[in-house]
């Protein structure tokens, strides 16, 4: 994990949610951590870590992961042992 990951870590892991993270910048969290990514239809994409998934829909038009997908990543996390 670099230091643009750790700082990605401690916004998602921040009070109150921040509901202004890049996408890009989680996906990219994720994938130093070992996560498997699998592309789903259209805009769906999964991450696997030994076999516990989280699905979430990548956001558009725009970049910015909501605060209901930055929760969800947080919960992820938290089963994944991060």
Excluded at 14 to 35: D, H, T
Excluded at 51 to 72: F, I, N, Q, S, W
Aim: proline share 4%; hydrophobic share 40%.
């Amino acid at each position: 994990m670099n230091s643009s990951q750790r700082k990605t870590l401690e916004r998602i892991r921040a009070n109150p949610v921040n509901g202004n993270l890049e996408w890009s910048r989680i996906e990219s969290l994720l994938k130093s951590l070992g996560c498997r990514v699998i592309e789903g239809a259209g805009s769906a994409v999964s991450f696997d870590f030994n076999g516990m998934k989280l699905t979430l829909h990548r956001p558009h038009p725009r970049k910015e992961a909501l605060r209901y997908r930055v929760l969800a990543v947080r919960a992820y996390l938290d089963r994944i042992g991060v």
